[in-house]
């Protein structure tokens, strides 16, 4: 190998509009792993919202003419990045749809997927009619088309197998640049002890007595809320009525849009929204399980995180959660064939709550499987691509 790929300090522009802590799991997967390859390379930040500060890291803003509609924010910030990027660095590393960037990480279908898969004859003609019609889908398909085509030291990176095998069954030439970077954490901390407990949820304001389950998003509705909600209220009525209080983080402002359900349920007093929230260690903390009835994750940070404070999981099966097919039913986890189907999860949650033993069995199992997946060991991966990338084109 030459120099680059044998330990030279590395010039290195990362891509992320809303580098935020608090933006939901692909900025806190760009952001951890930026913090852990800071130390061995000169690594430049390019972002709209820049909300983050780590030693050795230069922030660059871009500005933000527009922001809506966000398809021409979308090619202004491919754009502005080229522009800034084109020349100066060993390495760009893109987290958006962009043409341009040697290593791209991928964290969210194909939007080819999305428009054509499973459709056929008229089906497939009425979408491409849609999409001729539509400069925002023209715009999209086009930066997707440019961000996968193959370069030199081109790779791209998904966020899980499922996600790999979609994109190589949408874009078949697109298997060779492929690699799998899960998200990862910091550390395996297990359950929180009875007294960290009371503490956390003194500190959030949550009730300090009773079981409290977890549910984490920035989009609600995608990822279940509704259907936990309509849970807990099965759950509480008799015979043998349980009665779980919930505590929601996440985007503040989707709050008012479940206040209707959450009235209509009889479950103000149970249910505690609390925001966007800067460290997420309280949370895991202060509960009791994780409910995550997603229609969609490409592999679900938020659930690795649960585990790996010792937290048991409802998750959806891996037809809609990346996470859930390195996940064993019944032994590190439960998995809900059909995320909307609210008398499954509250079967799920009723049995974590009833069965104290396997409570603890899918709690201890849930830890042990997230100490698998270290931010460290990741980091690493992606530092070899780095490498792999700067040589190529030396």
């Given at each position: 190998?030459?120099?680059?790929?044998?330990?030279?300090?590395?010039?290195?522009?990362?891509?992320?509009?809303?580098?935020?802590?608090?933006?939901?799991?692909?900025?806190?997967?760009?952001?951890?792993?930026?913090?852990?390859?800071?130390?061995?390379?000169?690594?430049?930040?390019?972002?709209?919202?820049?909300?983050?500060?780590?030693?050795?890291?230069?922030?660059?803003?871009?500005?933000?003419?527009?922001?809506?509609?966000?398809?021409?924010?979308?090619?202004?910030?491919?754009?502005?990045?080229?522009?800034?990027?084109?020349?100066?660095?060993?390495?760009?590393?893109?987290?958006?749809?962009t043409w341009h960037g040697q290593v791209q990480t991928v964290h969210v279908l194909p939007i080819r997927h999305n428009l054509f898969v499973g459709r056929t004859g008229w089906r497939a003609a009425m979408r491409w009619?849609?999409?001729?019609?539509?400069?925002?889908?023209?715009?999209?398909?086009?930066?997707?088309?440019?961000?996968?085509?193959?370069?030199?030291?081109?790779?791209?990176?998904?966020?899980?197998?499922?996600?790999?095998?979609?994109?190589?069954?949408?874009?078949?030439?697109?298997?060779?640049?492929?690699?799998?970077?899960?998200?990862?954490?910091?550390?395996?901390?297990?359950?929180?002890?009875?007294?960290?407990?009371?503490?956390?949820?003194?500190?959030?304001?949550?009730?300090?007595?009773?079981?409290?389950?977890?549910?984490?998003?920035?989009?609600?509705?995608?990822?279940?809320?509704?259907?936990?909600?309509?849970?807990?209220?099965?759950?509480?009525?008799?015979?043998?009525?349980?009665?779980?209080?919930?505590?929601?983080?996440?985007?503040?402002?989707?709050?008012?849009?479940?206040?209707?359900?959450?009235?209509?349920?009889?479950?103000?007093?149970?249910?505690?929204?609390?925001?966007?929230?800067?460290?997420?260690?309280?949370?895991?903390?202060?509960?009791?399980?994780?409910?995550?009835?997603?229609?969609?994750?490409?592999?679900?940070?938020?659930?690795?995180?649960?585990?790996?404070?010792?937290?048991?999981?409802?998750?959806?099966?891996?037809?809609?959660?990346?996470?859930?097919?390195?996940?064993?039913?019944?032994?590190?986890?439960?998995?809900?064939?059909?995320?909307?189907?609210?008398?499954?999860?509250?079967?799920?949650?009723?049995?974590?709550?009833?069965?104290?033993?396997?409570?603890?069995?899918?709690?201890?199992?849930?830890?042990?499987?997230?100490?698998?997946?270290?931010?460290?060991?990741?980091?690493?991966?992606?530092?070899?691509?780095?490498?792999?990338?700067a040589s190529s084109h030396e």
């Amino acid at each position: 190998m030459n120099a680059a790929s044998e330990g030279r300090r590395l010039r290195v522009a990362v891509l992320s509009r809303n580098f935020d802590p608090t933006g939901g799991g692909a900025e806190r997967y760009a952001i951890a792993l930026v913090e852990h390859l800071a130390a061995r390379h000169e690594i430049h930040v390019f972002a709209q919202s820049i909300h983050h500060q780590h030693p050795g890291v230069t922030y660059h803003p871009v500005v933000m003419p527009l922001a809506r509609p966000r398809w021409i924010n979308q090619l202004w910030f491919a754009y502005a990045t080229w522009r800034a990027t084109k020349s100066g660095f060993d390495v760009v590393h893109s987290h958006e749809n962009t043409w341009h960037g040697q290593v791209q990480t991928v964290h969210v279908l194909p939007i080819r997927h999305n428009l054509f898969v499973g459709r056929t004859g008229w089906r497939a003609a009425m979408r491409w009619l849609k999409v001729v019609t539509s400069p925002r889908l023209v715009a999209y398909l086009w930066l997707e088309k440019r961000r996968y085509a193959p370069q030199p030291g081109r790779r791209l990176v998904a966020t899980s197998n499922t996600l790999r095998d979609v994109l190589v069954a949408t874009h078949p030439h697109t298997a060779p640049m492929l690699e799998v970077i899960t998200p990862g954490i910091e550390a395996a901390p297990g359950a929180a002890s009875v007294a960290a407990k009371r503490a956390a949820r003194e500190v959030l304001g949550l009730p300090l007595q009773g079981p409290l389950v977890l549910f984490v998003a920035n989009d609600f509705h995608k990822k279940g809320l509704g259907t936990v909600l309509e849970a807990l209220a099965q759950l509480s009525k008799a015979p043998q009525a349980l009665d779980l209080n919930l505590a929601v983080v996440g985007n503040a402002t989707q709050a008012p849009a479940f206040g209707a359900q959450v009235k209509r349920l009889g479950l103000e007093l149970r249910v505690s929204f609390l925001g966007q929230l800067q460290n997420m260690g309280g949370a895991y903390e202060a509960a009791d399980a994780l409910a995550h009835p997603t229609l969609e994750d490409t592999f679900g940070m938020v659930v690795l995180e649960a585990m790996a404070h010792g937290l048991p999981v409802a998750v959806s099966a891996a037809r809609f959660c990346g996470i859930s097919q390195l996940l064993t039913h019944g032994e590190n986890a439960l998995l809900l064939q059909d995320p909307t189907d609210v008398p499954a999860l509250a079967t799920a949650l009723r049995a974590i709550f009833t069965d104290e033993g396997l409570r603890v069995r899918l709690g201890l199992a849930a830890c042990r499987f997230a100490q698998g997946f270290r931010w460290e060991n990741l980091s690493n991966d992606l530092n070899n691509i780095y490498k792999k990338s700067a040589s190529s084109h030396e």
